[in-house]
């Protein structure tokens, strides 16, 4: 399948661009915190309940709480309707999501209790990991769940040779690597890195490049949508006190 024609990609992005991306927050009322995402056609729902008391108490630990990431696909969400419930890929993601999200919530201040964390893929597009940790970083800082730092994550790959930046469906079909990523961008520091295929030292370096520069850029989208939110939320108080 041609990915790449006069030099630009099937959807017309040049190799260094992102899709479109739109983030909103506190979207579900009886979550504690919530976000919504679309990036490209994906479309994620994420929702954070806790903290609360862990039950069965033999699991609750007195110098922190338990982080549990749930990452769903819906049947619906594919063309070709998925059986429904955990599958070892949804396992899988569920694993390295709270993995890394677990490395920026300030866990040792809510002891014996368990935050959960629910992504759930409404409507998938290629670089559904990538988003929906994404988003369920945005619900953590939502729902006030104290953070170090907020976890902006992205792709690469490549395609017909190309080293090429947050593949679509076509491109991670037929192209011939991914490699997500996701970072504490205060600290640079890397809690997610995979890899699909395979790519020389170089590639490999241009690849981890191109998918930091594009996480930094998710990183600024998160912080303007939750400064957003606050604007409003303190408008709304405002006009409440009549001011």
């Given at each position: 399948?041609?990915?790449?024609?006069?030099?630009?990609?099937?959807?017309g992005?040049?190799?260094d661009?992102?899709?479109?991306?739109?983030?909103?927050?506190?979207?579900?009322?009886?979550a504690?915190?919530?976000?919504?995402?679309?990036?490209?056609?994906?479309?994620?729902m994420?929702a954070?309940?806790?903290?609360?008391?862990?039950?069965?108490?033999?699991?609750?630990?007195?110098?922190?709480?338990l982080?549990?990431?749930?990452?769903?696909?819906?049947?619906?969400?594919?063309?070709?309707?998925?059986r429904?419930?955990?599958?070892?890929?949804?396992?899988?993601?569920?694993?390295?999501t709270?993995?890394?999200?677990?490395?920026v919530?300030?866990?040792?201040k809510?002891?014996?209790?368990?935050?959960?964390?629910?992504?759930?893929?409404?409507?998938?597009?290629?670089?559904t990991?990538?988003?929906g940790?994404?988003?369920?970083?945005?619900?953590?800082?939502?729902?006030?769940?104290p953070?170090?730092?907020?976890?902006?994550?992205?792709?690469?790959?490549?395609?017909?040779?190309e080293?090429?930046?947050?593949?679509?469906k076509?491109?991670?079909n037929?192209?011939?690597?991914?490699?997500?990523?996701?970072?504490?961008p205060?600290?640079?520091?890397?809690?997610?890195?995979?890899?699909?295929?395979?790519?020389?030292?170089?590639?490999?370096?241009?690849?981890?490049?191109?998918?930091?520069?594009?996480?930094m850029?998710?990183?600024?989208?998160?912080?303007?949508?939750?400064?957003?939110?606050?604007k409003r939320?303190?408008?709304?108080?405002?006009n409440?006190?009549?001011?």
């Amino acid at each position: 399948m041609v990915l790449i024609k006069d030099g630009k990609r099937l959807d017309g992005r040049d190799f260094d661009e992102l899709r479109d991306v739109k983030m909103e927050v506190s979207v579900l009322e009886r979550a504690v915190g919530s976000a919504y995402m679309e990036w490209g056609k994906n479309k994620v729902m994420a929702a954070v309940y806790g903290p609360r008391e862990l039950h069965p108490k033999f699991l609750q630990d007195p110098t922190k709480a338990l982080l549990r990431c749930t990452y769903n696909l819906a049947p619906f969400s594919v063309e070709e309707r998925k059986r429904p419930g955990p599958d070892r890929r949804s396992v899988e993601i569920s694993k390295v999501t709270t993995e890394a999200l677990s490395s920026v919530v300030m866990l040792e201040k809510f002891p014996n209790t368990v935050i959960d964390v629910f992504i759930e893929i409404l409507q998938a597009d290629a670089g559904t990991r990538c988003v929906g940790l994404t988003a369920a970083s945005l619900a953590l800082a939502d729902a006030g769940i104290p953070m170090r730092d907020l976890v902006a994550a992205c792709s690469a790959g490549k395609i017909q040779g190309e080293i090429v930046v947050d593949l679509m469906k076509e491109e991670d079909n037929y192209g011939e690597c991914d490699l997500p990523l996701a970072i504490i961008p205060r600290k640079g520091e890397v809690v997610l890195l995979q890899m699909d295929g395979k790519l020389t030292k170089d590639e490999f370096k241009k690849a981890y490049e191109l998918a930091f520069k594009g996480a930094m850029k998710v990183y600024e989208m998160q912080k303007n949508t939750l400064l957003g939110s606050m604007k409003r939320f303190v408008g709304e108080g405002g006009n409440d006190d009549g001011n």
